[in-house]
């Protein structure tokens, strides 16, 4: 089954533990993304990955990093989390495709930071 | 800066009424326009999606209305059910650029269709 898997599916954590939100595609994608989502704000771009070893910053990037490695895993890392990024987080996967922009989005991670 | 607005906020709309959700853009380079649903617990799902070239496209009960001049595009959902309910997102991207893969969200609608 194609897919996008996000591991782990709700996180809460204290401020400044660093921690890492895994993401994983199986549909050999090029371009990986990942959003937060808060009410009133929609889904808003933090990074995203045209391909292996090319990342780039989206909106929302302060706080952040990502790294791509491998073609299939885009890890998010929060160094040192604080309450403002608790968040519900969605990493999303596409073919480079020119002809469509079909965004694959994974079950999302809800996190807490206290 | 709000690059996609999108209204209402939220919507209840009776079962087999019309459900009608609008967004504006401001990027005339935005060349590709999907409509994500999200049912809770669950990430967004692509619905129907448009290109500037046509003024309108419909999927079953779903279409999408294109007026480029205004920088508008709105869903319409026909003969509306409660398996409808969920939160709509409009989006904006240019797929024609270096920049693939950024999608810019509206800040979406719940939509309640009641019996």
């Known amino acids: 089954e194609a897919q996008v898997t996000q591991n782990p599916r709700y996180l809460i954590t204290v401020t400044g533990k660093k921690l890492t939100v895994t993401c994983s595609q199986n549909?050999?994608?090029?371009?990986m993304s990942w959003y937060r989502q808060d009410p009133g704000l929609g889904l808003r771009q933090i990074y995203y990955s045209m391909n292996v070893e090319v990342t780039d910053k989206g909106d929302v990037p302060e706080g952040y990093k990502v790294s791509r490695k491998e073609k299939r895993n885009f890890p998010l890392i929060l160094e040192s989390p604080s309450p403002n990024q608790t968040s519900l987080y969605f990493c999303?996967?596409?073919?480079?495709?020119?002809?469509?922009?079909?965004?694959?989005f994974g079950p999302g991670t809800r996190l807490t930071v206290l | 800066q709000q690059q996609v607005k999108q209204s209402p906020q939220s919507l209840i709309v009776q079962k087999g009424g019309i459900s009608i959700i609008n967004c504006a853009y401001e990027n005339t380079a935005f060349d590709y326009f999907p409509w994500y649903q999200q049912f809770p617990g669950k990430g967004p799902a692509l619905l129907i999606a448009i290109r500037p070239d046509v003024s309108e496209k419909k999927e079953g009960r779903f279409t999408i209305s294109f007026n480029k001049s205004a920088k508008q595009f709105s869903l319409h959902i026909m003969d509306s059910q409660p398996g409808d309910s969920a939160t709509y997102f409009c989006?904006?991207?240019?797929?024609?650029?270096?920049?693939?893969?950024?999608?810019?969200f509206g800040t979406g609608t719940r939509l309640q269709v009641t019996l």
């Open positions: 549909m050999n994608h090029e371009y």
């Open positions: 989006a904006a991207s240019q797929i024609n650029t270096g920049t693939a893969s950024k999608l810019t």
């Open positions: 999303a996967s596409r073919s480079r495709l020119v002809l469509t922009d079909t965004q694959y």
